[in-house]
């Protein structure tokens, strides 16, 4: 029987800023047994459109994106808030068109973010890492409200030989990223920040790992500039084992 | 004419330094979060009481028309009157013409915001009337001369020092500073007061349409004193806080209690139906209710009606990153917080008040404890489509939006351009991969570094081939 084929969809940020995210991800559901496809007309989920009101051009890009992704039986993004983007707002976005709202619903039951596909198709992690290492986990807002992924990326990481999972304090409260909100409102952003990275220092935590690479540049960023050694990656690294690569925004 | 913008960034900027504030609101969020997270566990059953509240407010806001006439009915049943103000100007002078009526010059009140969203205080003081507000929280805010910061506790922002301060000045006394002694204070001048007011104005939490009964809750028990001792008693309400029967408004008064304070139920909780009857031992001689529209009836009609199911219990601002951060005076009216970036453009006008529904992550932690589901970032994203519909921001943020959507629909465009971002972007973060300074993007540099891509775009490089 052929493997089944999964197209990945990369997101904007994974594509320009840490493909690293993409290769493991990519890797990570072809362990499943899977055949990944990158479909190349992929560009962005159309967020920065729809969260600054402009409807009608999120609308263009939704449907760029329905066309392109509905011929695969599943969708794999490893980004909550872009999965929640394809899977709770596209078909929110076309109530008017009956056609194309369809369309989308029929898109959204395919659509999976990384760690909740990997869980669905039971993924044995085997790596193990070089040496111990204690790590905690921020659980990014969309992912965590609009999709409820909170344990799967844990089961995931339990499995990782070598890494310990603290949980910090107000593991669920925001980081303050929020789009286009971090450069708008950059001083709100900072204290938000501030606040997780306190949470993360206090963890004990050498790494921080996350699902969301808008959320971890954020907090990558910070600490840098805070002048913390903590290393910040996207949970997929981890899993397919790709430590030797610089963490985000460099070693500390 | 464009109306000035609401300065929410300098406003937020001076909160963030003033700290005084923000040891306050650290005690919002330490205290008033655990309180209601530990309510709400021990009622397993919370989310379907959730379930019923929400539909029941649906309900009511589908019929308003029906339950309103029945309200009105019962009320006058009772031997009260109802009045109906569209805006808020005929609000002000439906209640101002009350107390002329009633030759009332001294009056007491307590909580209500509707009464700050009509601007009664200020209406009161220019006919020159005395009033003494008797919630603790809006007494020190107006000895301060200040506005409520926030729904259920208007004066969290002020610090214990100040509010000695504040009693020492207008009270001539030398109270000590503790909590008890303060409380003490406040109860005996508030007492004089309640004894010699000719009316008293009161809110409401819930309007009963079967019985005309107006329900009031409060910690301290002052609503029943400011409508019970004097002659005349006012309520001002909005016309969306009828519920159909009282077992209703019980059902939402648990919701309240748990969300706003993670009490069981509020201290006090005042049911009144009509004035003074034979018998009585006290109550007032004419009872009033003025129920306010004020552009409600026009929310009704928008896909902003569900902020109308709003029972003001505050939960959604005690656990709002934003405004945690900047408290309830940055956001420059009467509502605060999530409910209040929903609320206010709809008063103010969106080209006045898009900053309010910009300042969110969307990160969805309201829409969560809301105990009435009121899909909140939802409303803000549809503020925000407004405001782009209405063309509120200048032409560089459309262009730029409009330029990266033109390239992000054409993929091989695209493509090309990550390509270049990725290249320039990096040759910045030089060998340590991360960016100090990025023109353009200063409000993330100043307190973050940027972190440089990796190279080399993730999607070109797997369809060249490459897989790690
Ligand atoms: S919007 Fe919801 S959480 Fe906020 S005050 Fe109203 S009822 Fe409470």
């Known amino acids: 029987m052929a493997r089944p084929e999964v197209a990945l969809f990369a997101t904007c940020l994974v594509d320009l800023f840490r493909p690293t995210i993409g290769y493991a991800a990519a890797q990570l559901i072809a362990d499943c047994g899977a055949e990944v496809v990158v479909p190349p007309g992929q560009t962005c989920c159309g967020q920065p459109a729809y969260n600054s009101g402009d409807r009608e051009r999120a609308q263009r890009l939704a449907r760029q994106n329905i066309e392109l992704l509905e011929p695969f039986d599943r969708v794999v993004v490893p980004s909550g808030s872009c999965a929640g983007m394809i899977r709770v707002h596209y078909p929110a976005l076309f109530a008017d068109q009956p056609e194309l709202a369809e369309r989308a619903r029929a898109l959204s039951l395919r659509v999976e973010e990384l760690s909740c596909f990997l869980c669905e198709r039971g993924a044995r992690v085997t790596v193990s890492l070089p040496a111990p290492l204690r790590a905690t986990y921020h659980d990014s807002c969309s992912g965590l409200r609009e999709l409820g992924i909170k344990e799967q990326p844990r089961r995931l990481l339990a499995q990782v030989g070598g890494l310990e999972l603290v949980e910090m304090r107000e593991c669920e409260s925001c980081c303050g990223f929020g789009g286009t909100f971090c450069v708008k409102y950059p001083e709100i952003s900072t204290r938000m920040v501030d606040e997780k990275v306190a949470r993360i220092r206090e963890s004990g935590a050498e790494l921080v790992l996350a699902g969301d690479l808008g959320c971890l540049m954020n907090i990558a960023g910070r600490l840098r500039r805070s002048g913390s050694g903590v290393e910040v990656r996207h949970y997929a690294e981890v899993l397919a084992g790709r430590l030797d690569r610089p963490p985000i925004a460099g070693a500390g | ?468």
């Not at chain 2, 609101?25 to 997270?37: C, E, I, P, S």
């Not at chain 2, 503790?178 to 010699?196: D, K």
């Not at chain 2, 969300?259 to 049911?271: H, M, P």
């Open chain 2, 1 to 468: 004419m464009r109306a000035e913008p609401l300065s929410l960034r300098e406003q937020a900027r001076r909160a963030l330094d003033d700290g005084e504030l923000q040891r306050a609101l650290a005690v919002v969020r330490r205290g008033w979060q655990d309180t209601r997270r530990r309510a709400i566990d021990e009622l397993p059953e919370f989310d379907e009481l959730r379930e019923i509240g929400a539909r029941i407010r649906d309900h009511v806001l589908a019929h308003l028309d029906i339950y309103l006439e029945r309200f009105a009915e019962r009320v006058r049943a009772a031997g009260g009157e109802v009045h109906v103000a569209r805006d808020a100007a005929e609000a002000r002078a439906l209640v101002l013409r009350l107390l002329e009526q009633h030759r009332a010059r001294r009056v007491t009140k307590s909580k209500s915001m509707v009464c700050e969203e009509i601007g009664l205080a200020e209406a009161m003081e220019e006919a020159g009337l005395e009033r003494v507000e008797t919630d603790l929280g809006e007494y020190i805010i107006q000895l301060a001369g200040e506005r409520p910061s926030h729904l259920i506790g208007p004066a969290v922002h002020i610090t214990q020092e100040r509010i000695r301060d504040l009693f020492a000045r207008h009270h001539q006394s030398d109270p000590d500073n503790t909590p008890e002694a303060l409380v003490a204070e406040a109860r005996q001048v508030l007492r004089r007061h309640y004894l010699e007011a000719d009316a008293g104005i009161t809110g409401a939490n819930f309007l009963v349409a079967d019985t005309g009964s107006v329900i009031t809750v409060t910690n301290e028990g002052n609503a029943e004193l400011t409508q019970g001792l004097p002659r005349l008693h006012i309520v001002v309400a909005g016309i969306e806080k009828l519920v159909p029967r009282m077992e209703d408004a019980f059902t939402l008064l648990r919701l309240l209690a748990r969300s706003a304070t993670g009490q069981e139920f509020s201290a006090y909780t005042t049911i009144i139906t009509g004035p003074r009857r034979e018998g009585d031992l006290d109550g007032p001689e004419a009872f009033h209710v003025v129920l306010v529209d004020n552009g409600r009836s026009d929310l009704l009609a928008t896909r902003f009606r569900p902020i109308l199911r709003c029972i003001r219990c505050g939960a959604c601002m005690n656990h709002c990153p934003v405004y945690l951060a900047i408290g309830g005076h940055a956001y420059g009216w009467v509502y605060v917080g999530p409910m209040g970036a929903v609320l206010t453009p709809h008063f103010l006008g969106i080209e006045k008040a898009y900053p309010l529904p910009e300042a969110s992550t969307f990160c969805g932690r309201c829409e969560e404890v809301c105990p009435v589901r009121i899909p909140l970032p939802g409303l803000l994203r549809y503020w925000r489509e407004e405001a782009f519909r209405r063309r509120v921001h200048g032409p560089s943020v459309r262009a730029g939006l409009g330029i990266w959507a033109w390239i992000a629909l054409r993929p091989r465009l695209y493509r090309f351009v990550v390509g270049l971002a990725s290249w320039s972007l990096r040759a910045l973060g030089g060998r340590r991969g991360r960016i100090r300074r990025l023109p353009g993007a200063s409000g993330w540099t100043r307190s973050r570094d940027f972190p440089a891509p990796e190279g080399g775009g993730f999607v070109a490089g797997w369809n060249r081939g490459r897989r790690r």
